[in-house]
């Protein structure tokens, strides 16, 4: 049986490798350099709170459904959280979306997970609300939910 832990470093892993060469594609594309390399990536919630550096990438898991495992596949649900903090609402809102974009082609090139998942879906993104630091900085997250199935044998 594969549990959810094992999908989520895979993801990790996957991010981490691929992430600084997909930035340097998108800062070409957009003749900028406005996307920085993710300071860390986390696999806990508990981590939000100690987070010193963005922008900051969080992989978790939200649900494992057995209900298909009699026919030997079970439904992992995972997201992947990106935080951002920038001085400028507009670049706040550019980075973001580059960053979602650039995990979701990561993760497009790599459906199977290095052949851990027999496939992974992309069911949604959602952005957080601002918030707005003391300091007038401003902090801003995007949800990419997953699904991934995986054969249990």
Not at 55 to 82: T, Y
Request: charged share 30%; net charge negative.
């Amino acid at each position: 049986m594969k549990l959810t832990e094992e999908l989520v470093n895979q993801l990790k892993a996957l991010l981490e490798a691929n992430m600084k060469d997909k930035i340097a594609e998108l800062n070409a594309e957009y003749q900028d350099d406005l996307l920085q390399t993710p300071a860390a990536y986390y696999i806990s919630e508990k981590d939000l709170d100690n987070v010193a550096q963005f922008p900051a990438i969080f992989i978790l898991a939200d649900s494992h459904d057995w209900r298909d495992e009699k026919q030997g596949i079970a439904k992992h649900k995972v997201i992947v959280d990106i935080g951002v903090m920038e001085q400028e609402e507009e670049k706040l809102q550019k980075k973001l979306m580059r960053f979602l974009r650039a995990c979701i082609e990561i993760i497009n090139a790599d459906r199977q997970l290095a052949t851990t998942a027999m496939e992974t879906d992309f069911d949604r993104a959602e952005y957080t609300p601002m918030l707005v630091g003391a300091d007038k900085t401003f902090l801003k997250d995007v949800f990419l939910e997953l699904t991934i199935w995986t054969e249990e044998v």
